[in-house]
Each structure stands twice: as structure tokens, then as C-alpha cells.
């Protein structure tokens, strides 16, 4: 039966039921409420970004200098972040898919959301305590060499890179099932759903403020003495207080999420079509739903994925490496010299910058719908603040180059330090980034959600398919962006170039070729998935 004909059997169902509360047996329902939920609800399960993200803002900002403080050299540091995309790619379709058809009594994103807390503390422990652990197992503590990385510690190094599977694995199986969530909650209508991804942006930005002010708190470890250890200096024990104190945080914000927020489960009484067509829910059935969503997709959803993957590849560089931008190019430090030295201060100073860059992240989240209305609409404001992106990226070189010339003129010594103007660029630079940082963060996943509920696919699964357009460019700079660096020095400038160069095709894509989101009006909902077409 084709798209068409079904929604119009749906709608001619729901004409003929209107006063009648008996169900239609040949009509699939799900428990999403009737009406928006209200915005308490929204608001509640939208904060446990907060203590997700704050997990990944210390990712973002202490982990690149970790690990190759754990001896791996900066063009393979980037592989590390292959973790990520990868498990994004396998975990959130399958999380996705899944819960859109998750009979529990707790209701259907509910018990992937508290799995997906579990995992995150198991990998916390793991990451903080990994240089511990190595070195209960056999790795040797000495002095790093006088030139050169440090000794690659290969035991530590291992339970780190396990500890950061299973982050990002555990990361997916939260991310994933919170929006799909949202969309439940705002129940089809599209300014609800684009105000539930703004305050779920917002509360990504409340996080990455808490990560990054822990992240620059240079002594942060003295409050938990006993993470500091023989294998663990000031810098590691700092980085592991961080972690205990995002485990608290989102424990703390999910367990209100989960107890207050009802998730009704999916209705039994009359669901034949999810036996003959989601099959057993194995991993074969779910990459034949995302492929044959991918069959489905109509141009709305096809430009979508193609925006938002130019981008990422964009954003990535700069996410993965700002700090370690910072450290190198503009502090002109090195890597392993010391807790004081150049090179530590620019990453401290660099999270300090991602913290003014979350500060505007949370204020500009809470302004998207105001704005998208001022210029438009929300495809119009999205491709303008891809070509700040793109501005902004490229400003890193002018930057670079300012403190490389200033440290030429000025010698190169241990206390020698950008000048006032160097540093006060750098984080003017984090902070306008916080502007599209704030869209990229909530209007492609509004869209997304918007474009599936026209549809009548399932959120989970639509969400799903929209990670993909994020986590394959991931792959892509995870890859090719250390390699590509080294060609040019080792520096990170020739990422950022790349990443100016597709946040400005994804501006003009954007503006020119994605279509506007559908009036805001309430939309029929089936659990079965068709398709994405818009």
C-alpha cells in the first residue's frame, strides 16, 4: 500500500472514531500522549543532556592531551575517535529501532535511558582510572625522555581505549533514546518539537560549561586526594575528579528524568504488523528497516543528511583538537614537558575557551525559535550561522600565524606567553563559535523529527538514520585528519581549512536546496516504519 493511501486510512479512521473510545483493531497505536505534554516534562527529560555532555566536554577537552600524555603520537591520536562514530553508527540504528518497539512496562525509551546510564559509570571508572591500572598490570613509570613523546604506556593505553568504547557506546544508547523522547513528548507538533531540541541543546550547553570549568580548574583534584597516585599525576587525577563528578551529575539528572516523567509503553492489544514487519528486532531486521528507509527518503530528508554531513565534517576538527590547537599553535607548547608548562597552559586556557563557547551555547539555544521566526525561518538561520562557522575556521589561521610571528620576535622561552591580544582572540573565536554550535545542536534533529512524524516512522529509527549523516564525516576526520596534518607539519590548520571549506557548501546547500520544515500542525502517528519521505 503506498504511503498515501495509508495516511488517508489512518486519518478516515480517526474522522469515524472521533466521539468513540473503542479502538480500531486494524489501526496501530502507540501510548504517545494525545496532547503536548507540558513543558515540565519536557524540560525534565531534556536536562539529562546536561550530564551526558559533560562527559563528553571532558572528552572534547582534557582526552586528546591525555592520551598522548599516555604515549600515543599525536597523528594517531585522532584513531582513538574512531570509538565514536563507529559505535554511533552500529548502537544508535539498533538503540533506535528498539525502542520504538520496546514493549517494557517501563515504557519503551525508558530502560535503554537508565542501560545507557549504567555503561557510562562502568566507562568513567575504566578512563580514570586507566594509567592506575596499567600500571597495577605492568607498565613502567620513569621520566619521559628529554626529547620526544613519552614512552607509550601499552596497558594503559588498552583499558583506556576499552573504557572509551564503551563511553561512546554507552553515549548512544542515552543520546539516541532522550530525543526520540522529546519527540514523544512533544507528540507531532513541530514547534513543541523544535522547542523540546532547544532546550535539549540548552541543556547540552549547561554541561559543557560544568565540564570545561572542571576541565580549567587546575587543582580541581585536591577535593578527592585519592585519585592522585604514583601512575596518576596532577593532570590525570584531575581528569579522573572530573569523571566522578559527571557520573554524580547524571545519575542525579536521569534518575529525576525517569521518576517523574511517565513513559507509557507501546500498546499490545491490536499490533500484528510488528511481528510481520519488525520480524524478531535482530540486527539483520534492523539494517532492513534503515535500508529500507533509505529506499523511502524523499528530497526533503536526502538534502537534510547531505546539510548536515558537510556539516560535521566542519565542526569535527575543531571539537576534536581546539584544545590541543590552543597548547600548540597558539601557547607554541609541547606535548609532555610538565604539568606548567606551555603546552598545559594552552589546554587549560582552551577550556576555558569551550566554556565561554558553551556560556553562548545556552543562551543562543534558548533564542532559536525567536531567531528562526526574526530571519524566516529555521533552514535560513542555519545556513547563515554555517558561514560563521566557516569565518570562524578560517580566522584559526590568521591566529596561528599572529602567535607564531609574536613568539619569533619574542624568543621562545618557558614563561613566554601569548600576548593579551593573541589570547583575547582565541577565546572571542570559542565564543562566537557558540552561535552555531546552538543550531547545529537542535534544528537538523527538530527537522529530522518533524520530517519522520509527516511520515509516520518511528523516532527512534529516523534518528537513527540522521546519526549516520553525523557519525560517518566523524569517521572521515578521525581517519584522514592526523595523516593530513602531518603532510603539512603536524599542526591541526590543514583540518581546520577543510572544515571551512564544508561548513560554507553546507550553508549554501542549506539555503538553496532544503526545503522548509511542514506547517505546525499535528501529525498522524503508526509505529510501523515507511519511510522519511517529507
Given amino acids: 500500500m503506498r504511503v498515501q493511501e495509508i495516511w488517508k486510512n489512518q486519518i478516515n479512521n480517526m474522522e469515524g472514531n472521533k466521539h468513540n473510545n473503542n479502538n480500531n483493531n486494524n489501526n496501530i497505536s502507540i501510548a504517545a500522549a494525545g496532547t503536548k505534554s507540558p513543558l515540565k516534562k519536557i524540560i525534565a527529560v531534556a536536562s539529562i543532556a546536561a550530564g551526558v555532555q559533560f562527559g563528553w566536554a571532558l572528552q572534547l577537552s582534557l582526552l586528546t592531551p591525555y592520551v598522548q600524555l599516555l604515549g600515543i603520537p599525536h597523528k594517531w591520536a585522532a584513531f582513538i575517535w574512531l570509538c565514536g562514530p563507529i559505535s554511533g553508527m552500529i548502537v544508535q540504528p539498533i538503540v533506535g529501532y528498539q525502542s520504538d518497539r520496546c514493549r517494557s512496562r517501563f515504557g519503551r525509551r525508558r530502560p535503554f535511558i537508565a542501560g545507557g546510564a549504567a555503561f557510562v559509570v562502568l566507562a568513567v571508572l575504566l578512563i580514570g582510572f586507566a594509567a592506575d591500572l596499567g600500571h597495577l598490570f605492568g607498565d613502567h613509570i620513569g621520566a619521559a625522555p628529554r626529547s620526544g613523546p613519552p614512552r607509550p604506556k601499552i596497558r594503559a593505553i588498552t583499558i583506556f581505549v576499552v573504557g572509551f568504547w564503551v563511553l561512546d557506546v554507552a553515549n548512544n544508547m542515552l543520546q539516541g533514546p532522550c530525543r526520540a523522547f522529546l519527540a514523544d513528548l512533544a507528540d507531532g507538533h513541530a514547534r513543541t518539537t523544535r522547542t523540546a531540541n532547544s532546550f535539549y541543546s540548552f541543556f547540552m550547553a549547561v554541561g559543557n560549561v560544568l565540564g570545561y570549568l572542571a576541565g580549567s580548574i587546575t587543582h580541581l583534584y585536591k577535593i578527592l586526594p585519592f585519585t592522585r597516585s604514583r601512575a596518576c599525576d596532577a593532570y590525570c587525577a584531575n581528569l579522573k575528579t572530573c569523571f566522578f563528578i559527571a557520573v554524580i551529575l547524571l545519575i542525579t539528572v536521569t534518575t529525576i ?37 533509505f529506499r523511502e527518503l524523499k528530497r526533503p530528508m536526502w538534502v537534510l543528511l547531505i546539510v548536515t554531513c558537510l556539516n560535521w565534517v566542519a565542526w569535527f576538527p575543531f571539537l576534536l583538537f581546539d584544545t590541543d590547537w590552543m597548547g600548540r599553535e597558539v601557547y607554541g607548547g609541547k606535548v609532555g614537558e610538565g604539568s606548567n608548562n606551555l603546552y598545559a597552559l594552552g589546554v587549560r586556557a582552551g577550556s576555558l575557551g ?22 524566516g525561518g529555521a533552514k535560513r538561520l542555519w545556513g547563515v550561522v554555517n558561514f560563521v562557522l566557516a569565518i570562524c575556521l578560517g580566522l584559526t589561521v590568521l591566529i596561528t600565524k599572529l602567535a607564531g610571528k609574536e613568539r619569533s620576535h619574542r624568543g621562545g622561552g618557558v614563561h613566554a606567553m601569548p600576548s593579551t591580544g593573541i589570547r583575547a582572540s582565541a577565546l572571542t573565536l570559542f565564543s562566537v563559535l557558540g552561535i552555531p554550535l546552538a543550531i547545529t545542536y537542535s534544528i537538523p534533529f527538530a527537522m529530522a523529527s518533524i520530517f519522520s512524524s509527516s511520515s509516520g516512522a ?15 564525516p566523524q569517521m572521515v576526520v578521525s581517519i584522514l585528519s592526523g595523516p593530513w596534518d602531518a603532510l603539512f607539519g603536524g599542526g591541526n590548520l590543514p583540518a581546520f581549512v577543510v572544515g571551512a571549506i564544508a561548513a560554507a557548501m553546507s550553508g549554501i546547500l542549506a539555503l538553496t536546496m532544503l526545503p522548509s520544515p511542514p506547517p505546525d500542525v499535528p501529525t498522524v502517528k503508526k509505529t510501523s516504519t515507511i519511510g522519511l519521505s517529507a
Avoid: C, W, Y
Avoid at 262 to 274: A, F, G, N, R, Y
Avoid at 365 to 371: P, R, Y
Fill in 257 to 293: 528524568a525517569l521518576t517523574t516523567v511517565h513513559d507509557k509503553p507501546l500498546l499490545t492489544t491490536s499490533e500484528p504488523s510488528l511481528e510481520t514487519e519488525g520480524g524478531g528486532g535482530g540486527g539483520g531486521v534492523v539494517f532492513g528497516e534503515i535500508a529500507g528507509a
Fill in 354 to 375: 569551550l566554556m565561554l563557547n558553551s556560556i553562548v551555547l545556552g543562551f543562543m539555544s534558548l533564542g532559536v525559535e525567536f531567531l528562526g521566526r526574526r530571519m
Fill in 458 to 472: 518511528g523516532q527512534g529509527l529516523s534518528l537513527g538514520v540522521l546519526n549516520l549523516a553525523i557519525v560517518v
